[in-house]
């Protein structure tokens, strides 16, 4: 159990700053118009918004001024999880809230985005330009004849281009849907297949790691397997032709058309998620117009407390939801600042550098890469001038207690670190950022505001000081609407409501301390997460089990206590074959240009087979517990498993591997 005597902080907030934040002026407004608590601080104001839901979301919406176009009959009709109904009755559009700003003659010349390549030159749009270049590509694509509902798909990179083309989208109320080019042709028609697009963005290439690296090949096998596509627009970022049939980016943004904002509902689809794919073809997640415009206020004007004079940066691609996040930050009037290339290029510092250069006030980075530069001995604070962040977070994975250290170290000693923990299926944070609370060494600072977590055992009973599975008891209004192509809901309840009927199971091992702050252990499930990228592992299977040397494989990934992550590929061959020196060559590129070069496996390892559930399903997280020391009898439930004899392997390696590093 967690102790009653609170360690002292890492951090703590000076009272100027608690009183300047927009999560106190929030509180203290609230407490006046709603009845929110005016005393108690942050704890006080989170116990009121979950009990108070209603009451809280409105507050929300009045506070952050969102426009109705037509207005909502209450606030939530129906509470139920999943199908909770938000906002009834309600009319908007996201893309007219993400470029409010542009209509303030004050603020039209400042810089919406900047964009930042592996060059570090920052190139500013304007948020004058950037509303021209929305309206004008919004007036093309409905002369394209894309109608509220239709899907449009990005395969591009963190570049202005896939910003204007998500809110062009949303203005004429179709849906979004991107993936990174680093993503092979396979992994993107997994994703875009089940949603049937009638426009696709592409790059004809992209530049990462000072290499360029041509997709024409790519993009002429999806346009080949996207029969629903009406148009494809060419962006030539390596600067070569459209190719025959497409259009030029250039054609379709030269116009000077007001934008026309189309008026949805308020749960009308904004754009779709995927899912890792750990058991099949990735689910495909439907978020709101209307959820995704009130969850993102809340977590980005509150929680990470932006506001018109921050530049808000995070590395990410658009093939993950931190993407479609920081996007959001226009929500707020924050520059936002798009990185597009390799986390570590030219040296692993270069994060610091675009910080520095771009005057990042919000530096939002992985764990892994936080951990990386301690190891790798960079000085961010020493070797550049950081004044300007006020604070810096971290998802991806938990941030092991060495790297809060090295951050308030190395960066500044009067440093808010927020480590965040949440989901692609919410595209939002279940805890992390506070700016009004302490930061304790390993932990994330509280649940946010608006989400009862729990963490659970498994009679569902609520567990403080102890590890249990992360529940959400109430619905959040980033919830999935539901998954494309689950016409009965089954695929939805099954993933987050089967273990506890009416309650959001993430699958992540959470810890409750009895002061409310949050501690992350990792997934309970198999999802295989890089530098930020999640991947399932049926993607692996896929390409490694073309091999015609390779009888079934094996994957997983494992968090580390150090902050490492390890990721063994393991694989059974046919008889006759031997795993030498040309087949891990040809397994590892075969990984790289099929699927993406951040899921390289870091080992791989013969074994004499893997092992099955009764079902058939391979068996991935009993293994990945008994790769982390836990014994066999507590790994795995004996007469779920075909032969529990290939278990013992596991259990041996994982003995083995305490005495030294496993040999590729």
């Known amino acids: ?50 009990d ?52 303030d003659p004050a603020r039209t010349h400042d810089a919406a985005l900047l964009h930042v390549d592996e060059t570090h030159e920052t ?46 989208t949303a203005a004429v109320g179709a849906v979004w849907t991107s993936c990174a080019p680093d993503f092979g042709a396979r992994s993107v028609l997994d994703r875009f297949q089940q949603v049937e697009p009638v426009i696709l963005f592409t790059v004809d290439g992209y530049r990462y790691g000072g290499k360029e ?35 030029d980016w250039s054609a379709v943004t030269s116009g000077d058309t007001e934008p026309v904002f189309e008026q949805v509902p308020f749960d009308h689809p904004l754009w779709v998620l995927y899912s890792s794919g ?76 675009i910080a520095e250069r771009t005057e990042a006030t919000l530096f939002g980075t992985s764990a892994a890469y936080v951990m990386a530069c301690r190891k790798a001995e960079v000085h961010p604070g020493r070797d550049h001038d950081l004044s300007r962040i006020k604070c ?27 480590s965040v923990s949440g989901g692609t299926d919410v595209c939002s944070c279940f805890a992390g950022a506070v700016p009004t609370l302490p930061v304790h060494i390993g932990e994330l600072q509280a649940a946010c505001l608006g989400t009862d ?50 309650v959001w199971r993430h699958g992540d091992w959470i810890t409750i301390t009895d002061r409310g702050s949050v501690i992350i252990h990792g997934r309970s499930d198999s999802t295989l997460n890089r530098q930020g990228v999640r991947m399932g592992s049926a993607d692996i299977y896929e390409a490694v089990e073309r091999l015609p040397e390779i009888k079934e494989s094996l994957v997983i990934g494992l968090e580390e206590p150090d902050g490492g992550y390890w990721m063994p590929l393991f694989v059974h061959l046919v008889d006759g074959a031997s795993l030498d020196d040309g087949l891990r060559a040809r397994i590892k590129q075969t990984i790289r240009e099929e699927l993406s070069p951040r899921h390289v496996p870091d080992d791989i390892i013969e074994v004499p087979g893997v092992p099955h559930t009764l079902t058939g399903k391979r068996i991935e997280v009993p293994v990945k517990r008994l790769l982390q020391g836990t014994a066999l009898a507590k790994a795995v439930n004996p007469g779920s498993v075909d032969n529990l004899e290939l278990l013992r392997f596991y259990e041996e390696l994982a003995r083995t591997r305490k005495a030294g590093p496993t040999g590729d």
């Open 52 to 103: 108070e839901l209603e009451t809280f979301w409105r507050a929300v919406a009045d506070w952050f001024d969102v426009r109705f176009s037509a207005p909502y009959e209450r606030v939530l009709a129906d509470p139920a999880m999943p199908g909770a109904q938000w906002f009834p009755g309600a009319t908007l559009n996201y893309a007219e809230h993400a470029l409010r700003t542009a209509e």
């Open 123 to 168: 190139t500013p749009i304007s948020w004058s330009e950037l509303r021209r270049q929305v309206g004008a590509l919004a007036a093309e694509l409905r002369a394209l004849g894309v109608r509220p509902g239709d899907r449009v798909s990005g395969y591009l990179p963190n570049i202005p281009q896939a910003v204007t083309a998500l809110l062009a």
């Open 453 to 502: 977590l729990q963490s659970w055992d498994p009679q569902g009973k609520p567990l403080i000081g102890e590890v249990g599975e992360l529940v959400v008891t109430n619905p959040m209004p980033s919830m999935p609407i539901r998954f494309w192509n689950d016409p009965d809901g089954s695929r939805y309840r099954d993933s987050y409501f089967e273990m506890f009927p009416g």
């Open 1 to 50: 159990m967690t102790s009653a005597a609170s360690p002292a902080p890492l951090w703590q907030p000076d009272p100027d700053r608690i009183a300047a934040a927009r999560i106190t002026r929030f509180q203290s407004w609230a407490a006046e118009r709603y009845g929110a608590p005016a005393q108690g601080g942050y704890a006080a104001l989170h116990r009121w918004s979950v």
């Open 392 to 418: 810096v977070a971290t998802t991806g994975s938990p941030l092991p207690p060495d790297g809060f250290r090295w951050l308030h170290d190395e960066v500044a000693e009067d440093l808010w670190i927020a």
């Open 278 to 353: 750990t058991t099949g073809l990735p689910k495909a997640i439907v978020q709101s117009q209307g959820g995704i415009l009130l969850e993102h206020f809340k977590q980005l004007g509150l929680h990470c407390d932006l506001g018109p004079e921050d530049r808000f940066f995070w590395y990410t691609s658009t093939g993950w939801m931190m993407w479609n996040f920081l996007v959001s930050g226009l929500l707020t009037g924050t520059t936002v600042v798009l990185y597009d290339g390799s986390p570590g290029y030219p040296d692993t510092g270069a994060q610091w550098r």
């Open 213 to 247: 690296h041509d997709r024409t090949e790519t993009v002429a096998e999806l346009r080949s397997e996207l029969p629903t596509l009406r148009a494809v627009i060419h962006i030539p970022l390596l600067g070569t032709d459209a190719p025959a049939g497409a259009l």
